[in-house]
């Protein structure tokens, strides 16, 4: 972990058509009983916010600081079937978290360690969290009988002590413009269109910026050109 980590989710919820990105950034550090903990931030109230967590490499477990005491979030040396006490972002401090999944995944064109943990709460609700290891969370499903909601990890900026690592589904935005046609002015103006798929939620601008390169050949024919569309590499 280090500040400025960050992962970035897509929200679904179910019977609603927008998806929202969400952005989730470690803004400070702070040593608690000469323990390094981060603190998590994000803006958007479904992504947990404000809690103090710590990793610790020679166990492989992810702690959750809560009311002065730490919690197991995720314990990548447990097998599959284990059952432990932990601390759910959204449900508290549970014991009754089972290891429903583990095994290693191509992720990010990556072979990381997935492991998933389920819980169940009270009124018929439940949650899965996937977890990377060195990720951290991969995607989180919660259901109970009103609502069920999920994201997925889009984007992820992770340093640690092999340097700076950048994850990436690899979405892009796409240009549609309509190509010049015969002018005698030197002055050209080019209209276009710049789309992303994570951009239909109106409250994030998730592209920074964009770039389009164009040029004339001597000869070249230019009269009848369609509107065209191009994917930013």
């Known amino acids: 972990m280090a500040i400025g980590n960050a992962w970035q989710y897509k929200l679904n919820i179910w019977g609603f058509a927008n998806e929202s990105v969400m952005t989730q ?12 903990y981060y603190n998590l931030s994000s803006s958007n109230p479904l992504l947990y ?17 809560y009311r002065d005491s730490d919690y197991v979030n995720m314990n990548f040396k447990l097998n599959l079937n284990d059952q432990f006490s932990g601390f759910s972002f959204l ?13 290693r ?3 990010f064109d990556t072979t990381l360690y997935l492991m998933s943990s389920y819980t169940s709460y009270p009124y018929s609700e439940s949650c899965t969290e996937n977890y990377i290891e060195n990720i951290e969370h991969l995607s989180f499903h919660f259901l109970n009988q009103n ?18 690592h950048y994850y990436s ?24 269109l710049v789309k992303h798929p994570y951009e239909d939620d109106q409250l994030t601008n998730f592209i920074d910026s964009v770039s ?18 191009g994917v930013l590499l």
């Open 169 to 192: 589904d690899k979405q892009k935005p796409t240009i549609t413009f309509s190509p010049v046609t015969a002018t005698s002015s030197l002055a050209v103006k080019f209209d276009c």
């Open 105 to 107: 995944i191509s992720v």
């Open 91 to 103: 449900g508290g401090v549970r014991n009754n978290f089972y290891v429903t999944n583990k095994h």
């Open 49 to 65: 916010s404000g809690y103090w967590l710590r990793y610790d490499d020679s166990l492989r477990i992810l702690y959750v600081r």
């Open 25 to 36: 950034v470690i803004t400070s550090d702070t040593t608690i009983n000469s323990k390094k």
């Open 212 to 229: 389009l390169y164009s040029y004339y050949s001597n000869g070249s024919y230019i009269a009848g050109n369609q509107v065209r569309q």
């Open 147 to 164: 609502v069920s909601y999920s994201y997925n990890l889009v984007r992820a900026f992770i340093h640690d002590q092999k340097g700076n």
